[in-house]
């Protein structure tokens, strides 16, 4: 239990808990204290993960654990007890880099889904919606490398592709369809036109037009709150559908910028879904194979990436060769011999390299500090974990001058470098080739009032540099 006389700490230690996988409670006391409480399982693991520096409290933590017989039944949910409406103050927030923060605990950030219901389901209105439209274009278009517009791509593109291989098994499935004549036997044009809504489903305005759709995709409560007055089905027409019936409303191959999408499968992954499909299960004609689609199959498969992965894993699993290909990724490298960045590769091996480098550790290089009393003057000193990308020196200056505020003593920074001579350069410019720079080691120093910068011997900095880590992805005819 942590107990304070700030409400402000007692807040903020309960949001910094939740990064452990901590649920704490936080109450307020009649002598005007705030206490924090953990029990049970996050009990469990403040003191596997964090513990207690007092010898005392941490007794005392692992004598009730070891008192416990089991651990209480944990619940990151919480029931919504009232609403209130009112017009309060909005905000606008755009952050520069990741396009996402942190508030109240919560990582804020468009989604899939909010461009969805915000223009799909117009939940803006007619008054709203070029508003939304303008800010969502910005957005999506803002200058350099945009994590938001990336991982809407790449949500799409999975949706897409999980829809394309439940129709492509069910095709498969069909007399006379196989692998190797797909693109023959299949008339894409009257596949799409089979996979297109329902009118019905497309334009919901009024119950009469649920009557003739299949049980499993109207919502009967709603439809009934909609015939007592309680529901606006011309406003909401999403309100009287089911899960199965918004994911057919809204099936991503039916929509015209995804109509070539089926048509683009490749062999390859065409041959790769025969292997796991058996004899039993065919279909007499191309219309009962389509029939039987699962329009929910995309959803689903969504849901469960969102739980089982990260921004790092989700990229690794899902950014292949024709999602590149089909949204104009490229990687660039400075070329020291031209002064100037120049487009390297459009392998997706090299793109997600280059990817997985900005998302790890968030982008920002990993510093650690390695000595609060370096040479026994009380002075800080701090290591760059090098991973084959040099520290931009002139930020790491910035950084050390605002570490020197918070130390109060001079600051050090030890890291490698990638250094070349004007000799080098010019050497490769007339040999038409990129030069090759030597990574040494250096120590930057900044005392208060200027900086100090030592060469070091390999030796002493060797231990900084990963071994195995090449985030390179000029080919060897680079700029030839």
Known sequence: MLSTKSEELSQQVQLLLTNFGILSRWREQTDGCYHVHLTGESAQIFADEIGFAYVKKSERLHTYLDDLAWFETETWTDKVVE???????????????????????????????????????????????????DHQARVLNSPGFNPYKLGKQLWEYLENTANRREVAEKLLRVEGITWRNFHDAVDFDAVQEHLEPPEAVDSVTSVEDLSDLPDAWVDHTA???????????????????????????????????????????????LEQI???????????????????????????????????????TFVDEFLTQEFVDANDYFTYEYSYSTGQYHAASVDAA??????????????????????????????????????????????ARKTLERVFDLWGRPVNLTTIVKDLDEREIELAQRQNREPEP???????????????????????????????????????????
């Open 350 to 395: 090299d793109v997600k390299k280059k990817l997985l480098l900005r998302f790890t550790n968030l982008g920002k290089p990993t510093v650690v500090v390695a000595d609060g009393n370096f040479r026994n003057r009380n002075e800080l000193l701090l290591e760059h974990r090098y991973n084959g990308v040099a520290l931009d020196v002139a930020q």
């Open 83 to 133: 609403l209130e409406e009112g017009t309060e103050d909005v905000y606008d927030i755009s952050v520069e880099e990741t396009h996402r923060y942190a508030a109240a605990g919560l990582v804020n950030h468009n989604s899939k889904w909010e461009s969805l219901m915000m223009g799909e389901e117009a939940f803006a209105g007619v008054d709203e919606f070029l508003d939304y439209a």
């Open 274 to 312: 025969s292997r796991y499909l058996f004899e039993t299960d065919r279909y007499e004609s191309v219309e009962e194979a389509l029939d039987d689609v699962d329009r929910t199959v995309a959803w689903e498969r969504m849901f469960s990436v969102r739980e089982s992965h990260n921004d790092v």
């Open 438 to 480: 030597e990574e040494k080691g250096v120590r930057i120093r900044y005392d208060g009032e200027e900086f100090e910068r030592e060469e070091l011997d390999w030796a002493d900095v060797e231990h900084l540099s990963a071994d195995g880590v090449d985030y390179d992805t000029k080919p060897e005819d680079w700029l030839a």
């Open 223 to 269: 439809v009934q709150r909609a015939r007592e007055g309680e529901t606006d089905l011309e406003r909401y027409p999403w309100e009287a559908l089911t899960f199965e019936g918004l994911a057919v409303r809204h099936y991503s191959l039916a929509k015209p910028q995804n109509h070539g999408f089926l048509r683009a499968i490749g062999r390859d992954e």
